[in-house]
């Protein structure tokens, strides 16, 4: 399986924006991007995902390195409700498992009044 | 329905009974997943559903966990003989597009199964 590296946690203050990194150097022609993020005691969430270009949706911003090996998801302005753990997943065609979505232990990040 | 629903939300069963977890998903939504999450860990895959075809099971911890999907809507996960350790919040999740990677999932609240 393709594997993405996050940091164990992230610290950010209220109303400044948030990038979040990702490494996926292993990543293939055909995987996308996704990331997800997890409120306490709730399920996992979409965020967004993309391909090669930049994404943008309401949500938050997805950039993409040219050689698509890394990735930042950016908060444009931190609020208290997006105090969460992070997921950056790969998912495309691989064997028998075409587009699912394997969690690592994501970024935790903390927003501070 | 409005979103991906799971009943019950809690069960607490005694060790040795099997148990059954139903999974609604979003109304037209073709793939179905089934995930387990530790406490402070990430959810981990079980098996996924493309309409009514298991398409990879690969994720089931043994062959006391099996899923199905009938009618390619609902879904159900049952544990039998359940054990200690198969303690743990178990997540559906759902999507519209047969896998190809660009989609997004939706998930539900999850049932938190507690064997005594």
């Known amino acids: 399986d393709a594997k993405t590296t996050q940091p164990n946690s992230m610290e950010s203050n209220e109303e400044e924006p948030v990038h979040l990194p990702c490494n996926h150097s292993?990543?293939?022609?055909?995987?996308?991007i996704h990331w997800y993020r997890q409120l306490p005691s709730q399920g996992p969430e979409y965020v967004i995902h993309g391909l090669t270009s930049n994404v943008n949706n309401r949500m938050a911003s997805l950039a993409i390195a040219e050689d698509r090996k890394s990735s930042t998801l950016i908060l444009h302005r931190a609020t208290l409700r997006d105090a969460a753990v992070y997921y950056c997943?790969?998912?495309?065609?691989?064997?028998?498992?075409?587009?699912?979505?394997?969690f690592g232990k994501g970024t935790k990040l903390s927003v501070k009044p | 329905g409005a979103g991906v629903s799971q009943s019950p939300r809690y069960k607490v069963t005694k060790r040795g009974q099997d148990v059954a977890l139903r999974c609604d998903p979003i109304s037209g939504h073709v793939s179905l997943y089934w995930y387990r999450q530790a406490l402070g860990q990430g959810p981990e895959f079980l098996t996924y559903f493309n309409y009514e075809a298991q398409q990879d099971k690969s994720g089931l911890p043994n062959d006391r966990f099996s899923a199905e999907r009938p009618e390619g809507s609902i879904s159900t996960l049952t544990i039998q003989r359940t054990e200690q350790r198969d303690s743990a919040m178990y997540r559906c999740?759902?999507?519209?597009?047969?896998?190809?990677?660009?989609?997004?999932?939706?998930f539900g609240s999850g049932t938190r199964l507690t064997v005594v």
């Open positions: 292993t990543i293939s022609g055909t995987d996308y």
């Open positions: 997943i790969l998912s495309g065609h691989y064997g028998g498992s075409q587009g699912n979505l394997i």
């Open positions: 999740a759902s999507s519209l597009e047969v896998s190809t990677g660009n989609y997004g999932y939706t």
